[in-house]
């Protein structure tokens, strides 16, 4: 695998995560106990982090992107295994 796709594959990876990662931690303003602004959304964060979730969303996309990787060198999971409806009629896999 290149190292252009790997960088591609980690991008795709972090976005990910960092949508994933959003709402986990987040308090509004009634659960932190602090006064709402005028035309402020219920459900908006008293406080909002970015950099916290840049730095969980790159631990997480790095392991998720590792063991994507390692999966492809090593060939853990393939397309066979993940067949759930079998083989279709006429079907020939690939000679390797």
Same mark, same amino acid.
């Given at each position: 695998?290149?190292?252009?796709?790997? !960088?591609? !594959? =980690?991008?795709?990876?972090?976005?990910?995560?960092?949508?994933?990662?959003? +709402?986990?931690?987040?308090?509004?303003?009634?659960?932190?106990?602090?006064?709402?602004?005028?035309?402020?959304?219920?459900?908006?964060?008293?406080?909002?982090? +970015?950099?916290?979730?840049?730095?969980?969303?790159?631990?997480?996309?790095?392991?998720?992107?590792?063991? =994507?990787?390692?999966?492809? !060198?090593?060939?853990?999971?393939?397309?066979?295994?993940?067949?759930?409806?079998?083989?279709?009629?006429?079907?020939? +896999?690939?000679?390797?």
């Amino acid at each position: 695998m290149k190292l252009t796709s790997i !960088i591609a !594959i =980690y991008a795709l990876f972090w976005v990910m995560s960092a949508f994933l990662l959003l +709402p986990f931690g987040v308090r509004t303003a009634d659960e932190a106990g602090v006064a709402k602004v005028p035309g402020q959304a219920d459900s908006a964060p008293a406080e909002f982090h +970015p950099w916290r979730i840049v730095v969980r969303a790159t631990v997480l996309a790095a392991v998720l992107c590792g063991l =994507y990787v390692a999966n492809y !060198i090593y060939g853990w999971v393939t397309v066979d295994d993940v067949n759930l409806f079998g083989t279709p009629p006429g079907y020939e +896999p690939p000679r390797r």
